[in-house]
């Protein structure tokens, strides 16, 4: 962990706002995770609903047909996998079907989420996230993101312990565009050692978001892939050890790099 890992996003989503409709094929997503496996990411995260802003919610059972094939695939393929998802059915099943993590968008913020975990050895990732998909981006406002983003995702680690959650077990992510504007995501990755100071994981999901494609004013996935190396270089400087992207290459050359400069600080 002291050098960084890389987490391989695979959205097997219609909706995705990077790739949707992409991987929504079970054999094609497997495929897809097995690459990124390959190219050097340590866990392979798999999303069955869209949670891009403004995205309509899926049922449970929708999930489950578009999660369980892809998990139980990489899984006998040897691929480590986490699950991408705020229902406690789906949470449940994908840790039956052999996941090691649960990434919780809502940061565990339903108790029936906490018990979900609860009993089991699987890790856990912590996400902050001001409203719900479908509602996040109208008129996000904060007094402090950071003091806010931080004071969340403590409570949350907090739900976590109370039920047994071994905190070497908890990973925890600002949760950059969830419900935030650019300059908050910004300021949260300016910031990051102020979310880094516990003692836990961080966990930067930055990739081809919205409001890198802002800074640099290009919307094509190769600007946003670019912009996103460049954020992941910067994060581990600041403090981050997780790096939940598309492109694996570039992103894992970043952070060899700005691994190696840190370490000669």
Excluded at 3 to 30: C, H, Q, R, W
Aim: net charge negative; hydrophobic share 45%.
């Amino acid at each position: 962990m002291r050098s960084g890992a890389l987490v391989g996003v695979v959205n097997v989503t219609p909706d995705s706002f990077s790739d949707g409709g992409e991987f929504s094929d079970p054999a094609k997503a497997i495929a897809r995770g097995v690459e990124m496996a390959g190219d050097g990411a340590a866990l392979v995260d798999v999303g069955g609903e869209s949670t891009r802003p403004g995205a309509e919610p899926v049922d449970q059972d929708e999930e489950l047909r578009r999660l369980i094939p892809v998990v139980e695939g990489l899984v006998a393929a040897e691929v480590a996998v986490s699950v991408d998802t705020y229902k406690p059915g789906v949470a449940r099943r994908a840790l039956e079907a052999g996941a090691a993590a649960v990434n919780d968008v809502t940061g565990f913020t339903d108790p029936e989420m906490v018990e979900a975990v609860a009993g089991t050895r699987c890790g856990v990732v912590v996400m902050h996230m001001k409203g719900k998909p479908w509602d996040m981006h109208i008129d996000p406002v904060y007094e402090d993101v950071v003091d806010e983003v931080e004071s969340g995702l403590l409570e949350g680690v907090e739900r976590l312990e109370a039920v047994g959650v071994n905190r070497r077990r908890i990973a925890i992510d600002p949760g950059l565009g969830f419900g935030k504007r650019a300059r908050h995501s910004l300021t949260l990755l300016a910031n990051l050692d102020r979310i880094a100071r516990h003692g836990l994981p961080v966990m930067v999901g930055a990739s081809r978001k919205g409001f890198l494609a802002g800074v640099v004013e290009d919307q094509s996935r190769e600007a946003r892939d670019r912009a996103t190396a460049v954020s992941t270089a910067l994060a581990y400087a600041r403090g981050a050890r997780l790096f939940r992207v598309h492109d694996i290459p570039r992103s894992r050359d970043a952070l060899r790099v700005a691994a190696a400069i840190v370490a000669n600080q």
